[in-house]
């Protein structure tokens, strides 16, 4: 075991949701810890804008629709052949699309069911083959604490993010024997625009309450990024198939 357990010195990582919020946080951070970033999402202007945030050499940006799953094998593997192999991989892309069931169109609840749960399989499948990660490699799929508890009109999200835990236990049994770790983590509301967003739609007043549901107040992305850190890090050597909350408390009530 090297010096300090949690470096990320000269690790090669991939980033998806890398143009806002918490993936953006997260690369930035990882950065400064010594890792090499690969960012990923769709708006080439916004992952420049996290490029040009990002602490020492080597980082490039890829611009993806994760709801192209079918292209993310021949993708993953051409970004490693001409890249390198990666060490870790963080899926941050995802969308929360608050809709009442009443309202909530098939459509509505496929597409958040593409973006936050097929997307991981299939980054997870593509990341596992041969010559696209090099061994010991973590991947952090970001799952909430809705997964464990719920809210009105996020029927979709809260199921994405159950199966996205359920799907990190089962990967991460199986690729246990392939030097891959696979986990979650499992935020409490976190200032992004994702945040931002449900405040417009559910109001001031109720976004209060939500906020008074975390006794210590809402997160940073910086917050969930410290926790990545951890888990891509080899302190983590012994950690597979869980989800770390980090919720300000959220869930202890
Ligand atoms: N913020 C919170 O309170 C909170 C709490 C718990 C969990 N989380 C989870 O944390 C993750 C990040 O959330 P956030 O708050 O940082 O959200 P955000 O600021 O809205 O960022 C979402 C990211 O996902 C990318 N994305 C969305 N659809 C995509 C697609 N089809 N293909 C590629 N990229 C796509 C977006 O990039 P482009 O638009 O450029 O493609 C953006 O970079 C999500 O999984 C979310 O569920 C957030």
């Not at 806002?20 to 804008?49: F, M, T, Y």
């Not at 083959?129 to 979709?156: E, N, T």
Request: with cysteine.
């Amino acid at each position: 075991m090297q010096d300090n357990p949690f470096s990320l010195d000269g690790k090669f990582i991939m980033i998806t949701g890398a143009s806002s919020g918490i993936g953006r946080e997260v690369a930035i951070w990882l950065s400064k810890q010594g890792a090499r970033i690969l960012a990923v999402a769709r708006d080439l202007p916004r992952l420049e804008e996290t490029l040009s945030l990002l602490h020492g050499e080597g980082h490039a940006v890829e611009v993806f629709d994760f709801l192209n799953a079918n292209d993310i094998a021949g993708w993953m593997k051409r970004l490693a052949l001409t890249m390198s192999p990666f060490d870790g991989l963080v899926h941050a892309a995802g969308v929360q699309s608050p809709m009442p069931i009443r309202a909530m169109a098939l459509d509505h609840w496929e597409k958040i069911l593409a973006t936050n749960v097929t997307s991981g399989f299939c980054l997870i499948k593509s990341f596992r083959q041969k010559g696209v990660y090099r061994s010991p490699a973590s991947i952090v799929m970001l799952s909430s604490v809705m997964a464990q508890v719920a809210q009105p009109a996020l029927m979709g999200y809260c199921a994405s993010k159950g199966a996205v835990e359920s799907m990190v236990r089962a990967a991460a049994l199986e690729l246990s024997g392939e030097g891959i770790r696979v986990n979650a983590v499992a935020p409490g509301v976190v200032r992004t625009e994702m945040a931002e967003k449900l405040k417009g739609l559910v109001g001031e007043d109720s976004m209060a309450v939500i906020e008074r549901k975390h006794p210590l107040g809402l997160g940073e992305p910086l917050d969930v990024a410290y926790a990545i850190n951890y888990l891509l890090s080899p302190a983590a050597r012994w950690v597979t198939g869980t989800s770390l909350v980090v919720d300000g408390g959220y869930l202890a009530e």
